[in-house]
């Protein structure tokens, strides 16, 4: 069975004006569709037929079906991390975790942006739970947290292509409205409370 491209949980213009319509066109219907494209074109007809896609990514050596596997399950982690009328601050279990593993939501919030800002080239910031509990990751190109035995909790894609439309190169900006009017904190609860 060949993967399809999952649509948006929201309509494309929802998240505007903090990401564009356009953004989404591209970033939904052309990044992540060819990245679906491309993972059906390596897995027909291959060993890796018929398994899920987190199957892949476990079995998966460094290289092409990792990497556009990956980017598939990674896109659809981002639009679920974004709500419209996001932002704000976490309540509940995901607010008590946050506390516990950086001492308040604001230290998170700096540590966050602050590797996502740093994070040279391509890549991903997360909110992952390890077994020492919440912590923040760098990822470059597709690398994800299930790759390393961690839970994703919340993800921004810092790769240009996420931002430039809207920002151009100012990725600051991106990732301190991401956190202020796009991210999900809902989302966040349940990954935590499945994790
Ligand atoms: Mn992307």
């Known amino acids: 069975?060949?993967?399809?491209?999952?649509?948006?949980?929201?309509?494309?213009?929802?998240?505007?004006?903090?990401?564009?319509?356009?953004?989404?066109?591209?970033?939904?219907?052309?990044?992540?569709?060819?990245?679906?494209?491309?993972?059906?074109?390596?897995?027909?007809?291959?060993?890796?037929?018929?398994?899920?896609?987190?199957?892949?990514?476990?079995?998966?050596?460094?290289?092409?079906?990792?990497?556009?596997?990956?980017q598939v399950w990674n896109h659809t982690f981002f639009w679920s991390c974004m709500s419209p009328g996001g932002g704000g601050e976490p309540t509940g279990d995901v607010k008590t975790a946050i506390e516990q593993a950086f001492g308040s939501v604001d230290e998170f919030k700096q540590t966050f942006t602050d590797k996502a800002k740093t994070l040279f080239g391509s890549g991903w910031t997360w909110l992952a739970k390890g077994d020492g509990g919440l912590e923040i990751l760098q990822t470059k190109d597709a690398d994800l947290p299930l790759k390393h035995g961690k839970t994703a909790i919340l993800t921004l894609d810092v790769w240009e292509h996420a931002y430039y439309l809207d920002y151009q190169n100012a990725r600051p900006a991106y990732i301190e409205t991401w956190l202020d009017k796009l991210v999900n904190w809902e989302f966040a609860a349940e990954n935590l409370a499945k994790g």
Do not use: R
């Open 1 to 70: 069975m060949a993967f399809e491209l999952p649509p948006l949980p929201y309509a494309k213009d929802a998240l505007a004006p903090h990401m564009s319509e356009q953004t989404l066109n591209y970033h939904h219907g052309k990044h992540h569709q060819t990245y679906v494209n491309n993972l059906n074109g390596l897995v027909e007809g291959s060993e890796h037929d018929g398994k899920s896609l987190e199957e892949i990514i476990l079995a998966a050596e460094p290289g092409g079906l990792f990497n556009n596997a990956a």
